[in-house]
Every structure is written in structure tokens, then in C-alpha cells.
């Protein structure tokens, strides 16, 4: 009987401490964020990705308390990447500004350590911006016609920040569909891409609009498309890939996103809390105009949506991946 009552109340006070607990692991949980923000870049610093989330980072500081950008680069961004998919004790305070290198990654280098949808938790799109089809001032080529035309005939050079980035793979889907002749040239950065394709060394890219843009608008390039499925506004007269409805070009659709993404164990009052701030934030003035001048729109698609546009681009990207030879 003794031994009974010893038990019991050895249970009935271990309940009576575990309540205090766990109310207080609750209350931490309510209370987030109750440490220092982390927004991890998976690229360099100075990049269109490193740019856009330190100002992300400056606005969300404004709803949320410290927020702090750390720069993870490596192997087209998926070192920073597999970091995050494998938690550890700050995973419920941590953000990864995702982009296309998040599923290109996931088609170039299929013995990735992590699974690009399942292992994360996919908060919102951010911002979407085009890609560009432009050409040297003095090309010959005035329209997408004319210049898959000559490269059906002969070998055409396109540049790119990269292998495996958007610009890279914007090209490889265009010479598949089309089924032109087209060399890569890869270069280490738009920084050195650009002036390759100002002087006529290569014939033609699928640049990111904020590279370009200034560059169309001045007239030293000449844009023939963009390669989203509407027009940009930026760009009012220029008619979409999508548009030119020859070449198998109906549907063409390769876009510069960036979204945040969390591990799969961030906390649902952290995910409501961050889609709030985010809310205000991408209704604002200042994050309006900031992305009006990378000649991008507001990203649309938030969890589960976006979660499923991710799958979909790593679907994609593995089959032109494979057209082109690229599986690492």
C-alpha cells in the first residue's frame, strides 16, 4: 500500500511539473520569433537573390524583431539548401530565400541528400521576373522567327550567368523546342555574361529582366521575347515566346522566382506569423517600387500552391536537363 501511494504521488507531482512545462513550451511557441531571425542565401553575395532578400530582411526586421541574411553558397545553391533540410536546433527560426537554382539543383544532381518538396516547408512566392531573349544591337535578327530560322541552318552561341541557372536553362528549353543548333557559353556571373553579349561574342541570351532592362531601354540590345506567359509591363510591346505560337513555343513559360522556404518542422504559428509580415510587407510602397525596379510582379502562390509549382518545376527541369546532357 505504501509503495502504491509512493507511485502516485510521485505521478501526481510529475504531472503537476510537466504542466508548467509544457504551458511555457506552448507560450514559446506563441511568442515567436523569441530568437534572431536567420534568412539564408544559398549564392554569393551580390547577386539578384543576395539583393533581394537583404531588402526582404529589411522589411520583414520591421514586423518580426532582428532579422539576419547569411550568405550559404555552393553547388548552384544546393549546399545551403541541404543545410536547412537537415534542421538542427535553430530550423524553427530559420528562412531560405529559394529561386529556380532550388529545383534546377534538384534535376542537375539527382543524388541530392534531401527531397526538393517534401523535406521543406514552402511559404510564399515572393517576386517573378522574366527572362529576356535579347540580341546585340546590331544582330540581324528583328524577331524570334528570323533568328530560329538561322539557327536551324547554322550553329548560334548563347551566353549565361551559369550552368544550371534560369538564363542557362531558359536556352536549353528553347533549343530543344525549336530544334536549332545552339552552343552554351557559360560565363561566372551576369557581371561577365553581359558585356560578352553588348560586343556581339555571343549571339543571343535569355538574360534576367534587371540585367537587360536598361540595356533594351537605351537601345544597345534588342529584345525579341520575353519568357513569361503575359507580357511584361516593363516591356509592353514585346511579345511573349508563348505568343509566337511557331516552333513549339505555345506554353513556353522559364521565370526568375524567389520564395521563402522553411524546414519542414518550422512551426505553424511561425509560418501564420511570417505570411502576416509578409502580407503588409508585399502590399507596401517600399517593396512595390524596390521590385519595380528589377522589372518584376509580385509573386501569387503560397503553401500548398506553391509547394506544388515547386514539383512541377523539378518534373520539368529533369527532362530538359536530360535532352541536354546535364545530369551530374
Partial sequence: MKKLLRVTLAAALGGALALPLMSASVQAKEDWPTDTVRLVVPYAAGGTTDVLSRRVAELLQRELGNVVVENRPGAGSTTGTGRLARGGRDADHTLLMASPGHTIGAAIYPGLRYNPTEDFTFIQNIIDIPNVMVVPADSPYQTVQE????????????????VGSSIHMSGELFKSLTETKMTHVPFRGSGEALPALLSGDVDVSFENMPTVLSHIQSGSLRALAV????????L???????????????????????????????????????HAALDKIMKGEDFLSFIAQLGAEPGQQSDEEFKAFIADEVQRWKKVAAQAHLTN
Avoid: C, M, Q
Avoid at 250 to 258: I, L, M, P, S, V
Fill in 227 to 234: 519568357t513569361s506567359l503575359t507580357r511584361s509591363e516593363y
Fill in 147 to 162: 533568328f530560329v530560322e538561322a539557327a536551324r541552318k547554322e550553329n548560334k552561341t548563347f551566353s549565361s550567368s551559369g
Fill in 236 to 274: 509592353p510591346d514585346v511579345p511573349t515566346l508563348d505568343e509566337i505560337g511557331e516552333y513549339n513555343l505555345e506554353g513556353f513559360n522559364a521565370t526568375a522566382w524567389f520564395g521563402l522556404i522553411a524546414h519542414k518542422s518550422f512551426p505553424d504559428v511561425a509560418v501564420e506569423k511570417v
